[in-house]
């Protein structure tokens, strides 16, 4: 079993930029990838970012050149570094662990709004 834990949401004008940080404890050595996602009212979570075991990462066009998902393996945590932030990009983001396949232990969720 793997524990997530977000942080790092809040409030930023457009342009700005915030960092989220998602710390997993328990069988950490289980996990394949961790994901980066969002959902906005009324719509569907939606993988943003992800970064694979081997360091390997990907991400949706929307966020490209602006979002960057990052590690240290030694504090258990990865990082979604967020820049050049837009309204759109308002959400809760949520960081979930991947054992094999499927997304399967997610985090609590941050809330991320952009407005002026």
């Known amino acids: 079993q793997v524990q997530l834990v977000e942080s790092g949401g809040g409030l930023v004008r457009p342009g700005g930029s915030l960092r989220l940080s998602c710390a997993a404890s328990?069988?950490?050595?289980?996990?394949?990838?961790i994901g980066w996602f969002r959902q906005a009212p009324g719509r569907q979570r939606d993988l943003v970012a992800a970064i694979d075991s081997g360091g390997s990462t990907t991400y949706v066009d929307s966020v490209k050149g602006r979002f960057t998902v990052s590690r240290d393996n030694a504090k258990s945590t990865v990082y979604l570094q967020m820049n050049n932030l837009k309204p759109e990009d308002t959400s809760v983001y949520y960081c979930?662990?991947?054992?094999?396949?499927?997304?399967?232990?997610w985090g609590q969720g941050t809330q991320v709004t952009v407005s002026s």
């Open positions: 979930a662990a991947a054992s094999g396949d499927d997304f399967n232990s």
């Open positions: 328990g069988s950490i050595n289980s996990i394949s990838a």
